[in-house]
């Protein structure tokens, strides 16, 4: 499944993400993007290659003891394999998740399990996941001309377009674009057609205008809240 | 062509680890599905020490072959336990990735199709992945996404190059594997420094322990004559 993204993660992000480094919810959405993306595939098995040195025996540079670890075989080979005829995960496999009719990226099908909607403003929804304790995910549901609040972040905000696209004052974008916003934009996001997006925030937004301002002092609360849990 | 001879390299150099046997251990049984295992059954069984990881893997994956998954461990267990030590720095969850890894081979050796990519590779994403959900498990994290769903094992993605000239790139790497071997050895080990392990030109000339001049030299004179044997570009 490719799409044309013109918007990606940068190098260091897909170097990060190759070397496992990254907060999982961070992981989450750039492997959704990779998965829509042949250019960051591509990348990111370069630098998976990379790691991959560490690997060959003759690149160890430090000759570190090893304990006697065949003890280990007995145990392993005693469990149950699971079966070759590969049926669960063919059928894991078959079954495409969907949301609002746009076909999900595998990384985020165990997230978007029982997804509870919630009216954000006129014409936003969102339904958060809980995938770890270091960042906030949701998914995004914008309608038709809604405006969205404008807001800055207190931190990143990754966002990802699975379905439809919106622009703001920096440009537009389509499915597979993966964008970052920071505390340096101040943004207000509108789709003309209808927009499902996935966004990963690693600190919490903070409205700069009207109404939604008062939940600045709550949303700072909840994430908190969500980092403590 | 930098490109091309990295992955044209890894072909031929399959990363493999062979384990001296250790006689003191020889011998020992362990009982599986009224079948005893024991570390000589691979010859018994048929499989020859040169057996391929991907034939193995094939032979677990088909028949839960315990012998062939015996072999596997042997050559692979010592090289996740290092990577683990220097992912983690510990001791116990270097054992526990171990585990974990070669559970994951025994139990899931289906999942890893031939047509996708090498043993080498898969089990390399594994031992990746399995080490991170091991260090989420550590941080009390909530495990609600598996590691092997952000990263897709088997998968191997084309590179950088390989996308941009498909094609061209395929018909030229069949040719240029010939034709490395027909270098002189000394500049054989030096692009598969450079080029295969990836590392700098300082970093290859020490573990060669040759001159950084003459290592660069020989990279050269190397390269020259691959892309002599090649033509000239179009």
């Known amino acids: 499944m490719n799409s044309k993204s013109n918007h990606h993660p940068s190098d260091i992000m897909l170097e990060n993400f190759a070397r496992r480094e990254l907060p999982v919810g961070t992981s989450v959405i750039i492997s959704a993007h990779v998965e829509l993306c042949g250019r960051c595939r591509a990348r990111v098995a370069d630098f998976e290659r990379r790691e991959m040195r560490e690997w060959h025996p003759e690149a160890a540079t430090v000759d570190v003891h090893v304990p006697d670890l065949e003890g280990m075989i007995e145990g392993i080979i005693s469990l149950p394999r699971q079966q070759p005829g590969r049926d669960k995960e063919l059928a894991t496999a078959a079954q495409d998740r969907f949301v609002n009719g746009a076909r999900l990226p595998r990384a985020l099908h165990q997230a978007a399990v029982n997804l509870q909607w919630s009216r954000l403003t006129d014409g936003i929804h969102q339904a958060k996941v809980a995938v770890d304790h270091e960042t906030r995910c949701e998914f995004i549901h914008m309608a038709e001309n809604a405006p969205s609040p404008a807001h800055t972040h207190y931190g990143r905000e990754y966002t990802l377009v699975l379905q439809g696209s919106f622009h703001d004052d920096l440009g537009s974008y389509g499915v597979g674009d993966f964008l970052l916003r920071d505390a340096s934009h101040e943004h207000q996001p509108v789709s003309d057609n209808g927009c499902l997006c996935f966004a990963v925030l690693d600190r919490p937004l903070r409205f700069t205008r009207g109404l939604p301002r008062l939940l600045n002092p709550i949303n700072r609360l909840r994430f908190r809240g969500g980092l403590a849990r | ?234």
């Open chain 2, 1 to 234: 062509m930098e490109h091309i001879l990295r992955f044209e390299l890894s072909g031929l150099l399959p990363g493999c680890e062979r384990v001296a046997p250790n006689s003191a251990r020889r011998g020992k049984a362990a009982v599986q599905h009224g079948r005893t295992w024991n570390r000589d059954m691979g010859q018994e069984f048929g499989h020859a020490e040169a057996a391929s990881d991907e034939e193995l893997l094939s032979e677990v994956s088909h028949s839960g072959d315990a012998s062939a998954f015996a072999l596997l461990f042997a050559r692979y267990s010592r090289r996740i336990y290092r990577i683990g030590l220097k992912l983690t720095g510990n001791e116990q969850l270097s054992r526990d990735l171990v585990q974990e890894t070669m559970l994951t081979v025994w139990q899931k050796a289906h999942l890893f199709d031939l047509d996708r990519g090498s043993a080498d590779n898969w089990i390399f994403t594994m031992t990746r992945n399995r080490c991170f959900d091991l260090l989420r498990k550590a941080k009390r994290q909530p495990v609600c996404v598996s590691a092997d769903d952000i990263w897709p094992p088997g998968e191997e993605a084309e590179s950088v190059s390989e996308t941009e000239n498909p094609i061209e790139r395929h018909a030229l790497l069949s040719r240029i594997g010939g034709m490395l071997t027909r270098l002189p050895a000394e500049q054989q080990a030096v692009i598969k420094q450079v080029y295969e392990l990836d590392f700098t030109h300082e970093e290859a000339a020490r573990r060669l322990g040759i001159p950084l001049g003459t290592l660069k030299s020989r990279l050269r004179l190397g390269l020259d004559k691959l892309k002599y044997f090649v033509g000239p570009d179009k």
